[in-house]
DNA sequence: CTCAAAGTAACCGTAACGGTTACATTGAAT
DNA sequence: ATTCAATGTAACCGTTACGGTTACTTTGAG
């Protein structure tokens, strides 16, 4: 399967408050929940891992409490918002263990595992070079049309 | 969640085949099964996938009937078996569609597209960079200690 | 004290995956 | 032509994870 659509949803906070940044305010989980489409309690479970990552502050209690970016855009990239919402490993090994008199099922692990975390390792350089800024730009840009 | 593990099933199977390759027999899905641990059923769907792809032969019927590499193992690269065996894109797009009349709303789903299909690009040349001979020398090599 | 909003636990429907059983089909060997 | 070892495939199952919802408690600014 692949890399859950809480990855998508958290990025698409980020970047409705990253653009909504300038106005200084918390932003309550219903205001956001209205852009992305989904509900607040779903929202707000993801907000908790972002809080948690240290990339949002939150707010509680009366009017005005709720949600914003504790960094700017610039500062806040693809990766860190990867590490703070996706946990498991991108592969997995064998559900059952593989046969471990057998030559390759006893040494086929350590050497999958290696050239797994490389592999992970080039998305998350990519991801790395791309921040909430860009998104938020790209996203007005392909808006427009 | 994760890249299934019918991926490292199949890079287990072909591994498996790479290493006893130079007996040029047709190995049946029960004997492969043997090291892999798991059941010939499953592998047998993987395999299909895999002939489809061009990188195992079949052979039915009678004593002797199997499966063998259709290529030389170095010929054979981690990203071959991952397009033969994984189908749906890495990264998920919203399950619900977001709101097309905010700003953001709007234009993040092409501007996810492009990162995301960029990532996926940076993880594929990485696997692309591997052989089925690279992971039988690997595997040895781990099995040793 | 009020009250808007977060926090959280519980539950549900759906989907996908790995695994199994059962049966039809293939085709080399004799 | 028959045999039979093996593939091909459909059907089903249990488990897990995810997104979504409801309902309730907690927070804390005004």
Redesign the interface.
């Known amino acids: ?5 809480r ?3 958290a ?2 906070i980020l ?2 408050l990253a ?1 909504w940044a300038e106005k200084d305010e918390f932003f309550p989980s219903d205001r956001i929940a ?5 509900s607040p309690v779903f929202l707000r479970r993801i907000l908790g891992q972002l809080a948690k990552a240290g990339l949002v502050l939150v707010q509680h209690g009366g009017t005005g409490a709720g949600w914003k970016l504790a960094r700017r855009p610039e500062e806040i990239s ?1 990766l860190d918002v990867y590490e703070a919402v996706v946990q ?12 471990p008199s ?11 595992q ?2 797994y975390e ?6 998350k ?3 790395a070079q ?1 921040t909430i800024k860009d ?2 730009g ?7 049309r």
Chains 1, 2 share one sequence.
Not at 88 to 93: I, K
Not at 118 to 123: P, V
Not at 138 to 144: A, C, F, I, V
């Open positions: 399967m692949a890399i859950v659509s990855y998508t949803i990025l698409h970047t409705w653009f209205n852009s992305v489409g989904t693809l498991t490993p991108l592969f997995e090994l064998h559900h059952s263990q593989p046969n057998c030559i390759i099922g006893n040494g086929i692990q350590p050497a999958l290696e050239i490389d592999s992970e390792e080039a998305l350089r990519r991801l791309e998104l938020v790209s996203s007005l840009e392909h808006g427009k």
